[in-house]
């Protein structure tokens, strides 16, 4: 239990915000993505918690998530018909290849640029 205690510090002496162990956050406290699950946003407010779990992959040791108050967070935004609009025409110009100027029905790959009879156009010659 050596890490549980490492990462247990309500009064935020040690990392100047309070910071508990991964999975023992008091209720009130949620992630973005927890947020954005329950239909809220955090609404500009400041970073509230922390949880932090060692971690052997990293570099630091340990995997932060940053926790927002629940009641002080406000509800997402709806798409407005020009934000929809706006992002039907960027997934079109993903789908469009710049050389040849066909849309496809998947996005063109970006580690190519073209689609790929464009990258590859002996390959298709041959088939």
Do not use: N
């Not at 991964?22 to 239909?39: I, K, S, V």
């Not at 108050?69 to 290849?97: E, F, H, N, Q, Y």
Request: glycine share 8%; proline share 9%; with cysteine.
């Amino acid at each position: 239990m050596a890490s549980y205690a490492k990462c247990f510090d309500p009064a935020g002496a040690r990392f100047g915000i309070p910071t508990y162990p991964w999975r023992f956050a008091p209720d009130g406290y949620a992630t973005r993505r927890q947020l954005r699950d329950a239909g809220l946003r955090p609404g500009g407010q400041p970073v509230a918690a922390q949880v932090m779990r060692a971690h052997r992959g990293l570099k630091a040791g340990v995997q932060v998530a940053y926790l927002y108050r629940i009641d002080l967070a406000r509800p997402v935004r709806l798409m407005t018909s020009r934000k929809w609009g706006a992002l039907a025409l960027a997934m079109l110009a993903r789908r469009t290849c710049p050389q040849c100027r066909l849309t496809y029905s998947y996005c063109i790959p970006t580690s190519l640029g073209v689609c790929v009879p464009c990258a590859y156009p002996e390959e298709q010659r041959a088939a």
